[in-house]
């Protein structure tokens, strides 16, 4: 349990070495210790609100926008142009058209794109699932794509001295939201079918 809750078991994607639950930042679900946070290009430090991810790399927004503007194309080498990359591809990276919000389930693009866990948010639907509160890099932590602001994260973990009540009521609330927007953006179903009149009782035969 203390393993899980420490991160012990988890290595920074950037410099190799174990990275711990206070340290650790989760970029489209692989581990970076906050020093590690940087930009492949300038090395700047990163922040959630000022980073995007092209195949798993990390770029500040200023070098994300320029890597598009001088070569056309995104790559995994810095700034070099490559002819692999398809027209379709590139457009479908840049404008995010396919990305969708967890949280509202939105088209989310890549200048306002949050990417953690694997999942990705809008800025402003990045925040903690217990409290409500806004999350930055270095106040969230994650359970199974859910995500907490650290005292939250703590408190509840404390409360009950294990993650699976974390995971249950959690989902519950996602489930909630999820259905919630499906009620509000499908039509309402037509009238139903009014019951079929019964047939009308048989004629007895006047007898004379």
């Known amino acids: 349990m203390s393993t899980g809750y420490f991160g012990t078991t988890q290595k920074c994607h950037t410099c190799e070495k174990v990275v711990h639950f206070a340290e650790m930042v989760s970029a489209d679900g692989i581990p970076y210790h906050k020093t590690c946070f940087k930009c492949d290009h300038c090395n700047g430090r990163l922040a959630i609100s000022n980073y995007s991810t092209v195949d798993g790399k990390l770029y500040c927004k200023p070098h994300f ?4 503007r001088e070569t056309g194309s995104f790559t995994t080498k810095k700034f070099q142009s490559s002819s692999s990359q398809t027209p379709s591809r590139v457009s479908t990276m840049f404008s995010g058209t396919r990305d969708k919000c967890a949280v509202c389930k939105k088209t989310v693009y890549p200048l306002d794109k949050v990417t953690v866990e694997g999942e990705f948010f809008h800025k402003s639907c990045f925040r903690c699932a217990h409290g409500g509160c806004n999350l930055t890099t270095s106040s969230y932590a994650a359970l199974d ?8 994260f703590a408190q509840l973990f404390k409360e009950k001295g294990s993650y699976s009540h974390l995971t249950k009521t959690t989902s519950l609330k996602k489930n909630s939201l999820a259905l919630d927007l499906d009620l509000s953006q499908t039509p309402p179903p037509p009238p139903a079918a009014e019951a079929e009149a019964e047939p009308p009782a048989a004629e007895v035969a006047d007898e004379t």
Not at 145 to 152: D, N
């Open 65 to 68: 926008e320029q890597l598009f």
């Open 145 to 152: 794509g859910i995500l907490y602001c650290k005292p939250h």
